[in-house]
């Protein structure tokens, strides 16, 4: 046992020989509702709870007996307000099938969120040919509405995970991200490309991605930030494998058949992708009960805050994938073939930054790794990107290179967070309703920072990257002050 406080630290579960308590999350309007209870006489001492009238039946209908008492761990107090989630026994934590589950995902996320990823390097041809007569703001429409509606719809597949378990959602996502990347082959205008890669591509992707990251859920606890980072290193693969293959395909053999070659890759890892997934918990009652749209988690202030954090990361990490090949064109004279290799840097170091600070957060606490790695990228943005970004390629490799490492482990890190507010057959409802807010970035960043290049210059949309983060940052603080009870402390394990 670490000797900081770790906030997961559990309570028992209520099986057929045992009663789990759950620490219920306190929701923002809970101090008022105190406030007005106080004012009007009725209310009750705050460590006291309010008995129900119909235990039994409570209990068969949440699933958990609830308490808002916490007990301490390791001889110190531990923190209120923070869910209990399952026990560790309940999770294999390793063995054949839980790896096998952790590579269906790896393959899964390759083409999904690879292409996701790589997305740049396709809006910067475009821009050179098909559409060659449009601004990049109008060419950014293409990528932004792709990737906003491939982590936005995650609020509508995260309960349907939860409600059925992955098989069909992912054979469908499946199917369809193949019959986008074939049909964008023919694609030669903006509406076409829009209709291809922008919305079917996007319904596709929310489908392998919110299912992927989802199922890990299932078979890890203590290991998940290793094993959610090793899933997004297919992302990462694919983000440096994709590039690369286009910058050899594009000149040699065309548009068309470039997408086609990547899409018979597509096509091989998602078959196999496909026989290995499988759930490990099956959908409950409960969750069935439950509308698939829910508002009311958006009332756990823990939540409400880090999503605001993560709306950030995704302005910046997605602003600057999209923009990064344009940004080398226009604001220097480096070679034209500069936005290939700065994407594929970008996405190779990244692989690293999804390993790494995963396999870390699991020994110090995943939201005290994800605090230092938003320092970490936000360091080298000023360092580097901000000064040195027009006037040395040196520097700007430099920078693609830190930054994939910081901003993978923004991608690895995030889900093994939201793991830390839910329980794992909520996983998918949290995590689809988080990036349904926080996809509105994707929308409109990509546009945004085409404008800005093109209008004030490269650096001024630096600048503006490193505002956003920084706002980030402050938001991410208040998100693990609320998990650890509101308090300011740096020797906490969360």
């Avoid at 560790?88 to 999904?112: H, N, T, Y």
């Avoid at 509405?145 to 995970?161: E, H």
């Avoid at 205008?189 to 859920?217: D, E, H, K, N």
């Avoid at 499988?278 to 009960?289: D, E, G, L």
């Amino acid at each position: 046992m670490d000797p900081i406080v770790n906030i997961t630290d559990q309570q028992n579960a209520p099986t057929a020989d045992s009663n789990r308590i759950y620490t219920e999350p306190e929701e923002i309007w809970d101090p008022i509702r105190r406030t007005v209870s106080k004012i009007t006489s009725r209310s009750k001492p705050d460590n006291e709870e309010k008995p129900s009238s119909h235990p039994q039946a409570e209990t068969q209908s949440h699933g958990r007996t609830r308490s808002h008492h916490t007990h301490p761990a390791n001889g110190l107090d531990s923190e209120p307000g923070l869910p209990v989630v399952d026990s560790e026994d309940d999770f294999p934590e390793g063995g054949l099938r839980a790896w096998l589950v952790v590579v269906s995902a790896w393959l899964m996320l390759f083409p999904s969120f690879g292409f996701m990823v790589s997305i740049g390097t396709l809006q910067d041809y475009w821009g050179q040919h098909q559409l060659s007569s449009m601004s990049a703001r109008d060419i950014g429409w293409i990528p932004s509405v792709f990737v906003y509606l491939s982590l936005a719809l995650g609020i509508w597949v995260g309960p349907l995970f939860d409600r059925y378990g992955p098989r069909w959602i992912a054979l469908s996502g499946s199917a369809a991200f193949l019959v986008m990347i074939f049909l964008l082959a023919e694609c030669y205008v903006f509406w076409q490309m829009i209709l291809c890669c922008g919305i079917l591509g996007g319904f596709a992707g929310a489908a392998l991605t919110t299912t992927s990251l989802a199922v890990v859920a299932h078979w890890f606890k203590e290991r998940r930030g290793l094993t959610q980072g090793i899933a997004m290193m297919g992302s990462s693969c694919g983000g440096l494998v994709i590039p690369l293959v286009l910058r050899t395909t594009l000149p040699k053999y065309g548009y068309a058949w470039s997408l086609r070659i990547l899409g018979f890759v597509f096509l091989f890892c998602l078959v196999i992708a496909n026989v290995l997934m499988k759930a490990r918990i099956p959908p409950s009652a409960a969750a069935k009960k439950k509308a698939i749209i829910s508002l009311s988690i958006y009332g756990d202030l823990r939540l409400s805050l880090f999503t605001l954090s993560v709306f950030g990361f995704e302005v910046v990490l997605f602003g600057g994938l999209g923009i990064l090949p344009t940004y080398a064109t226009l604001s220097t004279n480096f070679p034209p073939d500069t936005g290939f290799y700065l994407i594929a840097a970008l996405n190779g170091v990244s692989c690293l930054g999804r390993l790494l600070p995963g396999y870390v957060a699991d020994k110090i606490g995943r939201f005290n790794t994800l605090f230092v790695m938003i320092l970490f990228t936000l360091l080298w943005m000023l360092v580097l990107w901000l000064p040195l970004g027009t006037t040395s390629l040196a520097a700007l490799y430099a920078f693609a290179a830190l930054f994939g490492f910081g901003t993978g482990s923004w991608m690895a890190l995030t889900p093994a967070c939201v793991g830390q507010l839910c329980r794992a057959e909520e996983f998918g409802r949290y995590y689809g309703s988080m990036y349904f807010i926080a996809s509105l970035a994707t929308l409109v960043c990509i546009p945004i920072s085409g404008e800005l290049v093109e209008t004030v210059g490269p650096q001024p949309m630096v600048a503006f990257f490193c505002a956003i983060l920084g706002l980030s940052l402050i938001s991410f603080l208040f998100s693990r002050w609320a998990c650890i009870g509101r308090r300011w402390t740096l020797k906490v394990k969360v």
